[in-house]
């Protein structure tokens, strides 16, 4: 549970940086290319294919 609530966190505190910081809203394309979201989100992508990973070498 805390991985995903490390993501979560790391992703609203991203989101408020990058809303404080500019003017009007930024677009769907600028928010998924800051490092503050793509980050969170590909590490929780990387444990998840960890976690399959080794579920099936393990339990064969």
Same mark, same amino acid.
């Given at each position: 549970?805390? #991985?995903?609530l490390? $993501? *979560? $966190? @790391? +992703? *609203?505190? *991203? %989101?408020?940086?990058? /809303? &404080? &910081?500019?003017? &009007? #809203?930024? @677009?769907?394309?600028? /928010?998924? /290319?800051? #490092?503050d979201?793509? +980050? #969170?989100? @590909? *590490?929780?992508i990387? %444990? $998840? %294919?960890?976690?399959?990973? %080794?579920?099936n070498?393990? /339990?064969?």
């Amino acid at each position: 549970m805390a #991985p995903q609530l490390f $993501v *979560g $966190v @790391s +992703l *609203g505190a *991203g %989101l408020s940086r990058i /809303l &404080e &910081e500019n003017q &009007e #809203p930024p @677009s769907f394309f600028e /928010l998924i /290319l800051n #490092p503050d979201i793509y +980050l #969170p989100i @590909s *590490g929780i992508i990387f %444990l $998840v %294919l960890i976690a399959i990973y %080794l579920r099936n070498f393990f /339990l064969k």
